[in-house]
Every structure is written in C-alpha cells, then in structure tokens.
C-alpha cells in the first residue's frame, strides 16, 4: 500500500526530462529534452529586478545553508571530498553531466542523441539553473587532483508536492569512480541539507532502464510507481523512488552508522 506522500508524488503522473538530463514535474504528456528544466513554481511572470535581487539572495543563502562540507573515504588511500558546488563548477559539472550520460545510457538512448550533447550546452543550462532560488548542488571532489568526480542536485519538489517531500533532481558519478560509495555519501549529504531545510521525505525519477537504479533501493527508497518520459524523440519509461522518512539517511551522511 502507498503512503500518502507516495500518492501525492504520483498525482504528477509524469516528470519531463529536459536539457540538462535532469527531471521536472508535469502531467502525463512527455516532452522534448531541448525545453528549459524550471521548477512549475518558478515559470511565473516577475519583474526582472526583483528576479536578479533573487537570485542574488538565493546565492547568499546558498552558501550558508551548504557551508559545511565533509569528507568520506572510496577507501584509506583515495579519500573525496563532499562540497557546495558553485559557479566556478559548472563547465566541471557539465563534463560529468556529458560524460556519465553517454557510459550510462549507450545503448539505451538514441546514440545520435547522446553523441550530439556537449559541454558547453550543458554549462549554460546549469548555469541559468543555479541561479534559480532553492536549487541546490553538491561536488564530489577528489583532493589530490581537485577535480570533479561527481554531484548532486536537490531541491523542492517540481510540481504539486507539499513543501516537506523534497525532490533529488539529479545523482551523476564518474564511471571510474562508481561503486567507491561517493554516490550514497553524495545522496546522504543531500538528505541531512534538505532534513535541515525541514523536509521529511526525498523522492527521485529514475529511468527504468538505468543500470544503476538498484542502487536506490540498497540505499532503502521504496519503488513506488512508474511513468513516461520523452528524450529527444522518444519515450521511456521511469520508476519514483521515495524516501519516505529522510532521517533514516541523515545519521549515515555525518558519518555514523
């Protein structure tokens, strides 16, 4: 039997994914993945001034509510570090972003759609998105080298869902550097920011076809439906992972067991 926060999420019936290879709540039809990816609640009119003054601020905010990175270890001789990702990131991000879809999904999405994705695409995408306020993004950072070996991006969720269900937009590791545990370091610091935001549950769409999605359930979310998705031309279909209790992830992300 679903909880009420599992029908809530699937009252959507159906995100789209767009762009940046990332989620965004609507009804049942499907899209194209070259429309912009923007919460619904932040498609309304505004005077630009007071959107610039904003973004601005959700800058400000975004750096006091994610100024405390931590560090976990793949194992003792390679440890990463868990970070706020910030403007300086994005073309980094974008790289991981490019990089993780085209290994993840060869053979499963179009190869013309994959191989015509690039960096540069995706860096202005994910540049206009972090600027839109109570979006977040946190790095994985490998300290010897100070590169990006991957990231998270959360926030409200993107649709009708009450403000305590919190949405993981996006989770992307390094191929290289999968299976070293960055990606539940990377999801447990998404929970305890959004549990300190006030959230209770954390959901996620996964495409059905990932490779990966075995992962969120190790991780404890609980399948809870499924719907369809257009990328590029083509519609696939996707499962919501929900969280339902988001402190049950939160002691994991400061380190305890």
């Not at 003792?76 to 980094?92: L, V, W």
């Not at 959360?154 to 191929?175: D, K, N, Q, T």
């Not at 991780?219 to 279909?237: C, F, H, M, N, Q």
Request: net charge neutral.
């Amino acid at each position: 039997m679903f909880s009420q926060s599992s029908a809530l999420i699937m009252d959507l019936a159906g995100p789209d994914i767009r762009a940046d290879g990332q989620l965004h709540g609507g009804k049942t039809r499907t899209s194209s993945i070259d429309e912009e990816n923007r919460p619904v609640e932040q498609r309304g009119e505004g005077d630009p001034g007071e959107r610039g003054h904003a973004k601005s601020a959700n800058r400000r905010r975004h750096d006091n509510a994610l100024r405390n990175p931590h560090i976990d270890c793949m194992d003792e001789h390679r440890p990463f570090e868990i970070r706020p990702g910030t403007g300086d990131d994005i073309f980094a991000i974008a790289g991981v972003l490019v990089d993780t879809w085209r290994s993840t999904f060869r053979g499963l999405l179009a190869d013309a759609f994959l191989d015509g994705m690039s960096r540069e695409d995706e860096a202005i995408r994910l540049a206009r998105r972090m600027g839109v306020p109570g979006i977040y993004y946190l790095v994985a950072v490998e300290p010897a080298t100070s590169n990006i070996i991957g990231f998270a991006n959360f926030g409200p969720s993107r649709g009708r869902v009450p403000a305590h269900i919190h949405e993981l937009y996006a989770l992307y590791i390094r191929s290289e550097h999968q299976k070293a545990g960055i990606g539940a370091a990377l999801v447990r610091s998404v929970a305890a920011q959004c549990a300190g935001q006030g959230a209770k549950s954390l959901f996620a769409w996964v495409l059905a076809g990932n490779p990966n999605r075995r992962f969120y359930e190790r991780l404890g979310a609980k399948a809870i439906g499924t719907s369809g998705v257009g990328v590029g031309d083509r519609s696939y279909e996707q499962v919501a992972y929900l969280w339902e209790d988001i402190e049950a992830l939160v002691p994991r992300a400061n380190g305890q067991s």
